[in-house]
């Protein structure tokens, strides 16, 4: 196979797709994570299961829902489109680490903050976050992980358009359709081996991160 | 000047401690479950209490932490693992000359550039101690200073707050479950017990009988009692 004749666009839309995807969900998931762990009122577990359900939900489910919603905007079958899609399916990644190392934040420290007249954003950008950031690179790594492997959603959302919403994980389903085994073959071994090498990686720093925090 | 009445209602009993005092140090001492770690959280504003906190005839009650005028070191010290020794005091206030005056003072000037997790428990209590005081503070609380201290660093640390108290203008509030811990260094004991007042006494020691090099037994208004 001439290597310099596969088409690698579906991988280049898959990693602008997660890269969007991780930071807008890093720039919801943090606030709303610091906002959640103080919450002690009556709507928390109601909050927490809504959260959550993108993990439990299958992909079809919440891919007709989104499809349904963003067509109404013209937004089905777009970028804008999927890029929603995948933000909302891949949320739990980004936010329940962040939340765990909120609420398991050693009081003490928020407490000596504040008794040195320290605000609350100044406790947050000082002092919480430079002691989270196992969780912090571990929401990171595994929203953008999760988006580039992501398929159900963004077939029902996204379709799959060439170079606009065909990700890589599509395209292997299309080579399948069509019988082309050698490129399903390849696009399959390259995510398999990005995948592994996002936790390897994860758990390294994760590893060296915790010995000195 | 303190003038303090706390109340706040508790699962097995209430929380009702009032007293007023001039006095420097202040030892608070019950047993584990008395209530005085809670009084402590109620006076740094961490818990929501009714009452009244009066500091030189300033109410605090309604006031957040932030706007207290106070100093805690905590029993797990609550250094900041991510900045060393320096950058802990240099949080508080970018003021070299400060921190190196309190540096000096509390014999950490060596230990600068050191991160928390490779400090002793001393020198982790001096760290907070340093920190504490950054901000100048009217009050400062100390819990449970001399629990995790063997004998040697307890006498180090009488030292300590004896400085900090010939060298502050401050009243220090310390919580013990060990009476005989704070008669060397308390201007008075309030003793409380399910959340309330059982005693204050002002207590003046005299060397009883000494046993060994590390022990002693003093005589306190007519009682005796064995310290190290």
Known sequence: MDITLIDFTPFIVSFKLAFFTTIILFVICLPLAYVMSGYKGKFKVFLEALFSLPIVLPPTVLGYYLLISLNKIDLAFSFGGILIASIIYSFPFMFQPLLSAIENFDKTLIEASYSLKKTKLQTLRYVILPNIKPAIFTGIVIAFGHTIGEFGVVLMVGGSIDGVTKVASIAIYDYSETLDYNLANLYSGILLVFSFLILLVVNLINKRLNVRY | ?228
Request: glycine share 6%.
């Open chain 2, 1 to 228: 000047m303190l003038d303090i009445k706390i109340i706040k209602k508790l699962t097995n009993f209430d929380l009702d401690i009032e007293f007023k005092s001039d006095k420097k140090l202040i030892a608070v001492v019950g047993k584990s479950g008395s209530g005085k770690t809670t009084f402590l959280r109620c006076f740094g504003g961490f818990e929501k209490c009714s009452g009244s906190i009066k500091v030189d005839n300033k109410e605090w009650i309604k006031l957040s932490p932030q706007k207290r005028d106070f100093g805690i070191v905590f029993q797990n010290y609550g250094l900041f693992p991510n900045m060393s020794v320096y950058e802990n005091l240099k949080f508080v206030e970018n003021n070299p000359q400060k921190i190196d005056k309190l540096l000096k003072l509390m014999e950490l000037e060596n230990l600068k550039n050191i991160y928390p997790h490779k400090l002793s428990g001393g020198e982790k209590q001096r760290v907070a101690l340093s920190r504490a005081l950054m901000t100048n503070p009217r009050v400062l609380l100390l819990d449970e200073p001399f629990s995790a201290l063997d004998y040697k660093l307890k006498q180090k640390l009488y030292e300590e707050i004896e400085l900090i108290k010939q060298n502050f203008d401050i009243h220090i509030i310390l919580i013990s479950h060990d009476k005989s811990e704070v008669f060397r260094l308390a201007d008075e004991i309030i003793e409380i017990e399910n959340g309330k007042i059982i005693n204050i006494s002002y207590p003046s020691y005299k060397i009883a009988k000494l046993i060994d090099k590390k022990q002693m037994l003093i005589e306190v208004n007519g009682e005796i009692y064995k310290v190290e």
